[in-house]
């Protein structure tokens, strides 16, 4: 019997290093594997014995792409440990921050790492030759994204300025007003990269997934919400760890989630756009109507308009919250430690990022658990190269590995942070 | 004839992505930089592969797998030049905090399968395994630096880098101590520039993430935190950072240790 193998060993454009295998006998895909061997750096055990308030920088090495997603989720568990709520101007600057992340990471992906496989170019600087525009305005665009990190965070990559209770600074309101200018072009150009991308050769593909986001009663999610999803998950991000389990399998150095009563999950732009679809800015609803998509989007090669959408909301948001921002009177609230367990889940540009920590009398971390959405995703991407190489076992092999790619890079997969992700092999007997 | 362009490889080891990344966030010069030079190894950003070899590889991250401790090796005979880009690299990174432990015991924290894991006791940076031209500091690095590095490589002339301390560039800025005017601990004074002075600009301590500046007098600062409350175990952890196995930190972490 003929068979075959897709391997790739050394997956491009996505954040990390994996592979992909999948093996293929006659007509019957055998065996699909994500592989991640970016090494492991044990975060959760060198988190052990150091200070609270060294978790968010910590945290935040763990991903150079969504720093502030690794940020947001220490602090928001570590203040739930010590029984602190923040609300008013800290809040509104954390979702602020969050927009610039997403802004930044969503047109890094859908400029740079993914409208090339719909356009037929190996990355975006041989797709600049013949698309310059849209390269150099996606740029910009991604620009605009890290200005708001920056002007907030200090710098693009690890930001300095997030800490426990809030800030270190907080920005006087004219700081904004250049940035806010910078961002109503943004706003315009995300809604021009939705009308871009929504043009681009789409292969017909879906699944049932269970999508798996964070919901929010007055808001799209980035910090706050309870965990839902589209088949009945309803709970307090400190159930998660009832509801949720980690696999450790052979051939990744990525620990792989699934649900304990069901089983694999989707978490990242598409969950969250079909759980939270009415809590989207009107902007960016009209948006993704004129793009052709309904409140529910099940193809994961229609991320990248979903993305598109979600950059028009950020830019939204952002300009929103610029616009009513006072500076607060203290940069921070107190923070007092107390022995606890404190809980977090924030939505990263990629999905919801889980932490939780343990904390003693004098505010020293005894133990701690980070799940990172890519790992949450590893199985959903198994899956679904086995159902897509399944109905395109005739196509030549260079395009189907080629879209074999393209599916893996649907989910823009970070797998630094998932080390605890990616080559793609497939491989026929 | 033309002249051939120069051919510029970027290579991950142990390592967070975003020191590579800092190259995609030179929005601004990313085009220009794509021009000057022929992108022929880059795989977070391209699937195209060209081969060897190169006049520039950069190296970010640290050495942790016996798989890798071979591979650099490879690396270092198909490059003309080799730098090294971040804290990873250059010191062994974050994940150097293992060095100081028991890798096993870190394994079966995180891991249900121990025996799935392939590690080394240490992460090391490059300079440990091979030879490296230029080290290029910061976790992450400054853009503007690794620019700076690019252009001087591909021009055949030495980056300028400064290496002495943040203190110099918080009076350059104007910055108001924030050790002796709000009794802040701060690593400034013992760590090198390269981030612009950015903590103390938002009434923080340096956390010291560039590693330590040349000739750092690290005792001399310990006694200084220490006379500001820091305890023993305050000092342990401030030096076992993000550099932490850079030599004159790593030493400092250890005389606290206990």
Redesign the interface.
């Known amino acids: 019997m003929k068979s075959r193998t897709i391997k790739v060993d050394?997956?491009?454009?996505?954040?990390?290093?994996g592979a992909l295998l999948v093996k293929i006998k006659g007509e019957q895909v055998t065996d699909v594997k994500l592989k991640i061997f970016?090494?492991?750096?044990?975060?959760?055990?060198?988190l052990?014995g150091?200070?609270f308030d060294?978790a968010p920088?910590?945290a935040a090495?763990?991903?150079?792409?969504c720093?502030i997603a690794y940020q947001m989720s220490a602090c928001h568990a570590i203040e739930d440990a010590f029984g602190i709520k923040i609300t008013g101007p800290i809040r509104d600057l954390r979702r602020l921050i969050y927009c610039g992340e997403w802004i930044e990471s969503h047109a890094?992906h859908v400029y740079?790492?993914h409208a090339p496989d719909f356009l037929g170019y190996?990355?975006?600087?041989?797709m600049?030759k013949n698309h310059p525009d849209e390269?150099?305005r996606g740029?910009?665009l991604?620009?605009a994204g890290?200005e708001i990190v920056r002007l907030l965070g200090?710098?693009?990559?690890?930001p300095?300025?997030v800490?426990v209770g809030g800030f270190?600074?907080t920005p006087v309101k004219r700081d904004f007003s250049a940035l806010a200018e910078e961002l109503k072009w943004a706003r315009d150009t995300a809604l021009a990269t939705v009308r871009w991308v929504a043009t681009f050769a789409f292969p017909d593909f879906d699944r049932d997934y269970e999508f798996v986001a964070l919901r929010h009663p007055d808001e799209y999610p980035f910090n706050e919400g309870r965990l839902v999803s589209n088949q009945g998950l309803d709970i307090a991000v400190r159930e998660y760890d009832q509801h949720f389990v980690?696999?450790?399998?052979?051939h990744s150095?990525a620990?792989q989630s699934r649900l304990t009563e069901r089983n694999s999950y989707f978490v990242g732009p598409l969950a969250r756009y079909n759980l939270n679809f009415d809590k989207l800015s009107p902007l960016a609803q009209e948006a993704a109507r004129s793009a052709g998509l309904g409140p529910v989007c099940r193809n994961p090669f229609q991320s990248i308009i979903v993305r598109s959408v979600e950059m028009v909301y950020a830019c939204d948001e952002a300009l929103r919250i610029i616009e009513h921002y006072e500076m607060p009177d203290k940069?921070a609230v107190n923070v007092e430690p107390r022995v606890g367990t404190g809980y977090g889940c924030t939505e990263a540009p990629r999905g919801i990022c889980y932490h939780r920590y343990r904390i003693d009398d004098r505010g020293i971390i005894v133990?701690c658990k980070i799940v990172p959405p890519t790992s949450q995703n590893q199985k959903t991407i198994e899956s679904d190269l086995r159902q897509f190489v399944q109905t395109n076992l005739l196509l030549p092999k260079d395009k189907l590995q080629?879209q074999c790619?393209q599916a893996i890079r649907n989910y823009d997969p970070?797998i630094?942070?998932a080390t605890?992700f990616l080559k793609l092999y497939i491989e026929s007997e | 004839m033309a002249l051939r362009k120069p051919k510029l490889a970027v290579w991950k080891f142990s390592s967070c992505d975003g020191c590579q990344l800092s190259l995609l966030d030179c929005e601004d010069e990313l085009l220009a930089v794509a021009d000057a030079v022929e992108i022929a190894n880059f795989p977070e950003a391209s699937r195209a592969v060209v081969k060897g070899p190169y006049d520039l590889s950069l190296v970010e991250g640290s050495i942790t797998t016996p798989h890798d401790a071979e591979r650099i090796h490879g690396i270092r005979r198909t490059s003309k030049f080799l730098v090294t880009i971040g804290a990873c690299a250059t010191a062994g990174g974050i994940q150097a905090l293992r060095n100081f432990k028991d890798v096993k015991e870190f394994i079966s924290i995180v891991y249900a399968r121990p025996d799935y894991i392939e590690t080394l006791k240490k992460s090391t940076p490059i300079t440990d395994h091979v030879f490296v031209d230029f080290e290029l500091r910061g976790c992450p690095i400054n853009k503007y630096q690794l620019v700076e590095v690019l252009s001087a490589f591909l021009n055949g002339r030495k980056p300028n880098t400064p290496p002495h301390s943040v203190c110099v560039e918080c009076k350059q800025r104007g910055t108001v101590c924030v050790m002796v005017a709000h009794g802040t601990p701060c690593l400034g004074p013992v760590t090198q520039v390269g981030c612009g002075a950015l903590c103390p600009a938002y009434a923080r301590g340096c956390y010291g993430c560039f590693g330590p500046k040349e000739t750092p007098n690290t005792a001399s600062l310990s006694a200084w935190w220490s006379g500001l409350g820091a305890s023993e175990r305050d000092l342990m952890r401030a030096f076992r950072g993000f550099n932490a196995y850079a030599e004159p930190f790593r030493r400092e972490s250890e005389a606290h240790e206990k």
């Open positions: 050394y997956l491009a454009r996505v954040e990390g290093e970016e090494p492991p750096r044990f975060f959760e055990a060198f052990r150091r200070k060294e920088d910590i090495r763990i991903c150079g792409i720093p890094l740079l790492l190996e990355d975006a600087i041989r600049a390269v150099k740029l910009r991604k620009k890290n200090g710098r693009e990559i690890h300095i300025n800490r270190y600074k980690e696999d450790h399998v052979a150095n620990l940069p133990d080629w790619e970070c630094s942070c605890h």
